[in-house]
Protein backbone atom coordinates (compact mmCIF):
# COMPACT_ATOMS: atom_id res chain seq x y z
CA UNK A 1 0.00 0.00 0.00
CA UNK A 2 1.41 3.57 -0.67
CA UNK A 3 0.31 6.97 1.26
CA UNK A 4 0.60 9.91 -1.37
CA UNK A 5 0.76 13.56 0.47
CA UNK A 6 0.77 16.41 -2.34
CA UNK A 7 2.32 20.02 -1.51
CA UNK A 8 3.64 23.43 -3.53
CA UNK A 9 0.27 24.33 -4.89
CA UNK A 10 -0.20 27.98 -4.48
CA UNK A 11 -1.52 31.39 -5.83
CA UNK A 12 0.42 32.58 -8.78
CA UNK A 13 0.07 34.77 -11.79
CA UNK A 14 -0.49 33.78 -15.63
CA UNK A 15 2.92 32.89 -17.46
CA UNK A 16 4.58 31.87 -13.65
CA UNK A 17 5.85 28.80 -12.51
CA UNK A 18 5.33 26.51 -9.59
CA UNK A 19 6.41 22.99 -8.89
CA UNK A 20 4.20 20.14 -7.19
CA UNK A 21 5.63 17.34 -5.41
CA UNK A 22 4.15 14.22 -4.11
CA UNK A 23 6.08 12.05 -0.95
CA UNK A 24 4.93 8.47 -1.05
CA UNK A 25 5.35 6.37 2.12
CA UNK A 26 6.70 2.57 2.24
CA UNK A 27 9.00 1.25 0.56
CA UNK A 28 7.30 0.04 -2.79
CA UNK A 29 7.58 3.55 -4.51
CA UNK A 30 9.53 2.30 -6.93
CA UNK A 31 6.93 -0.44 -7.88
CA UNK A 32 4.41 2.13 -9.20
CA UNK A 33 3.69 4.28 -12.21
CA UNK A 34 2.89 7.62 -10.93
CA UNK A 35 0.49 10.12 -12.58
CA UNK A 36 -0.94 13.51 -12.11
CA UNK A 37 -4.44 14.45 -12.40
CA UNK A 38 -6.57 17.52 -12.19
CA UNK A 39 -10.01 18.45 -10.82
CA UNK A 40 -11.44 22.07 -11.75
CA UNK A 41 -14.73 23.06 -10.26
CA UNK A 42 -17.52 21.57 -12.25
CA UNK A 43 -15.38 19.34 -14.15
CA UNK A 44 -14.03 15.84 -14.67
CA UNK A 45 -10.55 14.60 -13.13
CA UNK A 46 -8.66 14.94 -15.93
CA UNK A 47 -5.28 13.04 -16.66
CA UNK A 48 -2.05 15.77 -16.95
CA UNK A 49 1.07 13.43 -16.76
CA UNK A 50 2.47 9.93 -16.02
CA UNK A 51 5.64 8.88 -15.64
CA UNK A 52 7.18 4.86 -15.92
CA UNK A 53 8.63 3.11 -12.45
CA UNK A 54 12.28 3.54 -14.04
CA UNK A 55 11.48 7.45 -14.86
CA UNK A 56 12.77 7.33 -18.36
CA UNK A 57 9.18 7.08 -20.20
CA UNK A 58 6.93 10.06 -19.66
CA UNK A 59 3.87 11.41 -21.12
CA UNK A 60 1.60 14.45 -21.09
CA UNK A 61 -2.30 15.79 -22.20
CA UNK A 62 -1.78 17.83 -25.26
CA UNK A 63 -3.02 20.76 -23.07
CA UNK A 64 0.06 20.96 -20.63
CA UNK A 65 3.06 19.35 -23.35
CA UNK A 66 6.06 21.54 -23.78
CA UNK A 67 4.85 23.46 -20.16
CA UNK A 68 4.49 21.00 -17.90
CA UNK A 69 7.53 18.62 -17.17
CA UNK A 70 7.32 15.20 -14.48
CA UNK A 71 9.88 13.50 -12.87
CA UNK A 72 10.46 11.56 -10.30
CA UNK A 73 13.77 10.40 -8.11
CA UNK A 74 13.07 7.35 -6.40
CA UNK A 75 15.27 6.80 -3.56
CA UNK A 76 13.08 10.34 -1.98
CA UNK A 77 10.01 8.18 -2.48
CA UNK A 78 8.98 11.45 -4.60
CA UNK A 79 7.19 12.35 -8.07
CA UNK A 80 7.45 16.02 -9.31
CA UNK A 81 5.36 17.93 -11.47
CA UNK A 82 7.22 21.22 -12.70
CA UNK A 83 4.88 23.61 -14.33
CA UNK A 84 5.76 26.81 -16.32
CA UNK A 85 4.00 29.46 -18.22
CA UNK A 86 0.65 28.72 -16.32
CA UNK A 87 -2.61 29.63 -17.48
CA UNK A 88 -5.77 30.97 -16.08
CA UNK A 89 -6.63 27.84 -17.18
CA UNK A 90 -4.87 25.51 -15.55
CA UNK A 91 -6.75 26.33 -12.05
CA UNK A 92 -7.63 23.20 -10.28
CA UNK A 93 -7.20 20.66 -7.28
CA UNK A 94 -4.15 18.49 -8.24
CA UNK A 95 -3.94 15.11 -7.38
CA UNK A 96 -1.12 12.63 -7.84
CA UNK A 97 -1.60 8.64 -8.08
CA UNK A 98 -0.04 5.53 -8.59
CA UNK A 99 -0.49 2.73 -10.70
CA UNK A 100 0.71 -0.65 -9.97
CA UNK A 101 0.56 -1.41 -13.96
CA UNK A 102 3.66 -0.16 -15.88
CA UNK A 103 3.42 -1.42 -19.43
CA UNK A 104 0.81 0.57 -20.33
CA UNK A 105 -0.46 4.05 -20.28
CA UNK A 106 -3.41 4.65 -18.26
CA UNK A 107 -5.19 8.02 -18.43
CA UNK A 108 -8.10 7.39 -16.89
CA UNK A 109 -8.44 8.03 -13.18
CA UNK A 110 -10.38 4.36 -12.68
CA UNK A 111 -7.12 2.80 -13.53
CA UNK A 112 -4.66 4.00 -10.73
CA UNK A 113 -4.24 2.14 -7.48
CA UNK A 114 -3.86 5.26 -4.89
CA UNK A 115 -4.29 8.95 -3.83
CA UNK A 116 -3.17 11.80 -2.82
CA UNK A 117 -5.55 14.53 -1.33
CA UNK A 118 -4.66 17.17 -3.86
CA UNK A 119 -3.37 20.34 -4.09
CA UNK A 120 -4.77 23.65 -5.11
CA UNK A 121 -3.53 25.86 -7.66
CA UNK A 122 -4.65 29.11 -8.84
CA UNK A 123 -3.63 30.90 -11.32
CA UNK A 124 -4.64 34.70 -11.78
CA UNK A 125 -5.17 35.95 -15.41
Known amino acids: QVQLVESGGGLVQAGGSLRLSCAAS????????MGWFRQAPGKEREFVAR????????YYADSVKGRFTISRDNAKNTVYLQMSSLKPEDTAVYYCAADSLNGVVHTSPQEYDYWGQGTQVTVSS
Open 26 to 33: GRTFSSYA
Open 51 to 58: ISRGGSRK
